[in-house]
């Protein structure tokens, strides 16, 4: 029975080496995995995983050239105005979603704008929540509000974050407007600084857009009734949304952002009368809870000659306007 127990004490010395020797490698093990999360961390904290991305790809655009895109962002809104010079304006930002602010910032990413400007049109989170990403990655040369603000938690989240940059913030009112250096101007037709409008999606800021002739209107999620009080003013003075030496022009234009997703109080036939839009852009995200668009307002566009285009059927949709000609492109999916 001895000669097991002289091997035993023999072989101690060697195992205690080897059990050194795995301990000294969980150590290092775990050291290198910790490193390597710290760098992704740090690296997550100092470059949003969204600059990561790669960018979306999109023809070269022409000196004179403006286009607009309508991004798809689901049941929310985002449209882009992408002026000659490279400036660029995103009006609303889709309702923060990760597929949204990655897709959205791919898109941002492919343009490269020269400057980025931010407008959101009222405090819906389908319409803000993408703010919030989008002030990660960028620094606004401006930013403008709605009259109207929220009470929802992540509206001050937003609002907190926009009052750490160092950027023109303005609130959009009627007759404030968006100037660029190629001749296009944005003007902001509604809301009156005094009209009182306490319901959100009518405290929507509309939205007029001329450029070479071409002109678009985008509608935020304004109601019927606000369709109406605009056309009525309008009747009484056409030049009654003019500032200064950028004149509004509603009676026929050639771009309409449809309001509120194609919804059945929206899109009226006394507006659709009004403005006969060449082109209707509808908003929405397929097989939405709100039954978007509705039919009777596709009705109602295809009945003034519209042609519909729906981001829920065509994906992201980039209309270009360059020396009067309009040509619309769609992914068409």
Request: proline share 5%; hydrophobic share 35%.
């Amino acid at each position: 029975m001895k000669e097991p127990a002289e091997e035993k004490r023999k072989g101690e010395p060697g195992q205690k080496r080897w059990d050194k020797r795995k301990k000294r490698g969980r150590i290092v093990l775990f050291s290198v995995l910790a490193a390597v999360l710290l760098s992704v961390s740090l690296l997550a904290y100092f470059v949003p995983p969204a600059l990561l991305l790669p960018a979306l790809s999109f023809p070269p655009k022409g000196e004179t050239e403006l286009r607009l895109h309508f991004v798809d962002v689901g049941q929310g809104d985002c449209a882009i105005v992408e002026f000659p010079e490279g400036d660029v304006l995103v009006i609303d930002a889709g309702d923060g979603s990760f597929s949204c602010n990655n897709h959205l910032a791919r898109y941002l990413k492919g343009l490269k704008p020269k400057t980025l400007s931010m407008l959101l049109t009222h405090p819906d989170e389908d319409h803000y929540g993408g703010f919030l990403s989008l002030l990660k990655l960028y620094d606004p040369a401006a930013f403008y509000l709605p009259v109207l603000s929220s009470d929802a938690d992540l509206y001050r989240t937003f609002s907190e974050r926009l009052e750490k940059e160092d950027c023109l913030v303005q609130t959009m009112t009627r007759g404030d407007t968006v100037k660029s250096p190629s001749g296009a101007y944005l003007v902001c037709l509604s809301p009156g600084a005094g009209d009182g409008e306490e319901d959100e999606n009518d405290a929507s800021a509309v939205l007029y857009l001329s450029y070479g002739g071409v002109s678009a209107v985008f509608c935020g999620d304004i109601s019927s009734a606000r369709e109406r009080k605009l056309c009525e003013e309008y009747a009484l003075d056409e030049t009654l949304f003019d500032s200064g030496d950028c004149k509004v022009r509603l009676a026929g234009v050639d771009v309409l952002k449809t309001a509120h997703h194609g919804s059945a109080d929206a899109s009226s036939a006394s507006f659709l009368s009004l403005l006969r839009p060449g082109i209707a852009v509808i908003s929405c995200g397929r097989g939405n809870s709100y039954s978007h668009p509705a039919g009777e307002c596709v009705e109602r566009l295809l009945s003034v000659g519209a042609q519909i285009y729906r981001t829920d059927e065509r994906g992201d949709i980039m209309i270009s306007i360059d020396s009067g000609n309009i040509s619309v492109t769609a992914d068409g999916r």
